[in-house]
T-cell receptor, first 112, second 111 residues
Framework: DSGVTQTPKHLITATGQRVTLRCSPR?????VYWYQQSLDQGLQFLIQ???????AKGNILERFSAQQFPDLHSELNLSSLELGDSALYFC???????????FGQGTRLTVV | GENVEQHPSTLSVQEGDSAVIKCTYS??????FPWYKQELGKGPQLIID?????GEKKDQRIAVTLNKTAKHFSLHITETQPEDSAVYFC??????????FGKGTSLLVTP
């Protein structure tokens, strides 16, 4: 158990809908990262937050957004969903940006 | 951005043999070099890492070697066991950036 909790584990939704994925980092970790894993693209970095502030952006679509709350949990919002958004979404946390990152179990999103 | 390549993409070894996976990166500023193991249905798990001021690090059956000049680092697993079967990812990290994952190597250890 990495100490990073993601909910829900599975999510099935229709095209055009909006979903929210939730991540609780390890106790004491200030950085949260979101990654998307699909079969053909591997693990793609989406966005990083550090202590409530956006720190870095990767290949995140405009339809996607995230935030980190004062209690350090984070949410990833995916809107206007398309079939191609079906993937595993992972959250990871670390103490800071230079330390080991620990991953949650992921949320499997299926868009139908 | 950083270009990361892993080789091989699949690797099959017999139990007890050694396995080596190589990761090549492009950003010479990278200074943190971790390897992650991902089992089916689980998130990636850090198994070993090395920083740029060290050339080699060992943890029981697992070792990582770094060649900063050539911009590559390798994962070495000795005395492989069936439970080593998984997908392994390298993820070199330049300062101020997130981990940049390779496409993964699927390792199968057959009894």
């Amino acid at each position: 158990d990495s100490g990073v909790t993601q909910t829900p584990k599975h999510l099935i939704t229709a095209t055009g809908q909006r979903v929210t994925l939730r991540c609780s980092p390890r106790s004491g970790d200030l950085s949260v990262y979101w990654y998307q894993q699909s079969l053909d693209q591997g693990l793609q970095f989406l966005i990083q937050y550090y202590n409530g502030e956006e720190r870095a952006k990767g290949n995140i679509l405009e339809r996607f957004s995230a935030q980190q709350f004062p209690d350090l949990h984070s949410e990833l919002n995916l809107s206007s969903l398309e079939l191609g958004d079906s993937a595993l979404y992972f959250c990871a946390s670390s103490v800071g940006g230079k330390h080991e990152a620990f991953f949650g179990q992921g949320t499997r999103l299926t868009v139908v | 951005g950083e270009n990361v390549e892993q080789h091989p993409s699949t690797l099959s070894v017999q139990e007890g043999d050694s396995a080596v996976i190589k990761c090549t990166y492009s950003d010479s500023a990278s200074n943190y070099f971790p390897w992650y193991k991902q089992e089916l249905g689980k998130g990636p798990q850090l198994i070993i890492d090395i920083r740029s001021n060290v050339g080699e690090k060992k943890d029981q059956r697992i070792a990582v070697t770094l060649n900063k000049t050539a911009k590559h680092f390798s994962l070495h697993i000795t005395e492989t066991q069936p439970e080593d079967s998984a997908v392994y990812f390298c993820a070199p990290q330049p300062p101020g950036y997130a981990l940049n994952f390779g496409k993964g190597t699927s390792l199968l250890v057959t009894p």
